[in-house]
């Protein structure tokens, strides 16, 4: 692998020790891959941040570099933490875990970790533009910051975010080379006037056929609502791997079909219409009709739109004693929520604001729930697994209603 002289000094160690194991660490995979050089980026985001994913051997990571004395060399955001850092305890977190997510945090904050906690970090002050090369990991930032804003970023793995933070350069590989950000494959939405919940089940949809490739759509509208974004990449990177999607006329590598397929031919449209929009959101369903446990949303992280939306749906109406209903974001959105009056709305409704982590990364499954509803299709797709319960996908809408009712009535 070919090092400036910058890097060779890092290398060496002298701009300290944490810096070498960064290098040392991304020159051995390098090479391992054949990667042919490292490339500076602007910004890391990580997700060695919740003890749920990363055990002891991620604390351990972490604390290795911040006993180095390791610092984040360029802005650094951190994932959702493994519990809500306020209200842990009235949300019966088991006291060793979170000792174990105190660890992680305090070595977070020793390394100069931006304390976000988010899956968003795109919306609190690290907002990449179009060409930025990034360390990122967490899929659905990921798939954001390539589609959405044009940025370049591979779906780092743990430890090399970190080591990509603390060197402030990654590898030189995949989708930071034009000719990987070609399209792949075609997927023609025949469908108008899409809703919310649409662009979930499309983004599943998406995922489900492209695997790892790297989808075009066209036929969609022009109009632009960041959150349909936000919810369309997230699951398609959850029931696929998509890291980068194209829409013809609306992301910023895709003015055209051409463009977007680069030097790649164009294949034949995979049609997605009214069927497919009905049989993918049945696969999203895996409990049959009947009571619910909780109700999930904010996965992604919601933003205060998202909450307006809901205080507006919640206004004067009242959850199922029965029914959990949390609302899942990081800590400066609840304090926008509080000053425009949602908050008071929805919690007045019975629903709970939990910041700082989510559904999947938190020890959900501790609850016991047996059936929960989410808008959300990344979350429907993990459900299963991580919260270890039936998942019912519907729009918010029908999350409303079937949270007053305590019951789900089926697919419509
Ligand atoms: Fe974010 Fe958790 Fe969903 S990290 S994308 S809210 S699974």
Not at 29 to 39: P, Q
Not at 72 to 90: H, N, S
Not at 117 to 133: A, F, I, K, V
Not at 350 to 375: H, N, Q, W
Request: net charge negative; charged share 25%.
């Amino acid at each position: 692998m070919k090092l400036t002289p910058e890097e060779k000094e890092m290398l060496k160690g002298e701009r300290g020790e944490g810096c070498k194991l960064a290098m040392e660490i991304l020159t051995e995979v390098g090479e391992a891959y054949d990667v042919s050089k490292l490339i500076p980026v602007q910004s890391a985001h990580i997700v060695l941040s919740t003890y749920k994913s990363i055990f002891d051997a991620g604390v351990e990571a972490l604390e290795t570099f911040a006993s180095l004395g390791a610092k984040a060399m360029i802005p650094t955001t951190v994932d959702p933490a493994g519990m809500d850092l306020d209200r842990w305890e009235a949300l019966d977190t088991p006291k060793d875990y979170a000792k174990k997510q105190w660890r992680i945090v305090d070595a977070c904050h020793a390394l100069e970790f931006i304390p976000c906690w988010t899956c968003t970090p795109y919306l609190c002050g690290l907002l990449p533009r179009e060409g930025d090369h990034l360390a990122w990991t967490e899929s659905s930032a990921v798939v954001f910051a390539n589609s959405i804003l044009g940025a370049r970023t591979n779906r780092e793995t743990a430890v090399i975010d970190l080591a990509a933070a603390v060197a402030g350069r990654t590898l030189y590989h995949g989708l930071h080379i034009d000719e990987n950000r070609w399209g792949q494959l075609l997927i023609e939405v025949q469908l108008k006037c899409l809703t919310p919940e649409h662009y979930n089940i499309l983004g599943y949809f998406m995922g489900e056929q492209a695997g790892t490739k790297i989808p075009v759509l066209i036929g969609m509208e022009k109009t632009f609502r960041f959150e349909n974004f936000k919810g369309m990449g997230a699951a398609s990177a959850a029931s696929g791997g998509v890291p980068l999607f194209h829409v013809v006329g609306v992301t910023p590598e895709a003015p055209t079909i051409e463009k977007a397929f680069g030097q790649n031919s164009v294949p034949d449209p995979i049609p997605f219409g009214e069927i497919q929009m009905k049989e993918t959101k049945a696969r999203m369903c895996t409990a049959e009709p009947g009571t619910l446990d909780a109700v999930m949303v904010g996965c992604p992280h919601y933003t205060i739109t998202e909450i307006r939306d809901l205080a507006r749906l919640l206004d004067g109406r009242k959850i199922s004693p029965n029914v959990r209903f949390w609302i899942y974001t990081y800590k400066s959105t609840i304090l926008l929520a509080e000053r425009l009056g949602y908050k008071e709305i929805v919690e007045k409704a019975g629903a709970e604001f939990i910041s700082d982590t989510c559904m999947i990364v938190s020890p959900t499954e501790l609850y016991g729930f047996k059936r929960i509803m989410t808008d959300s299709g990344k979350c429907a797709y993990y459900a299963p697994t991580q919260i270890q319960s039936d998942v019912i996908f519907g729009s918010i809408q029908e999350c409303v209603e079937s949270a007053v009712k305590g019951e789900w009535t089926g697919l419509a």
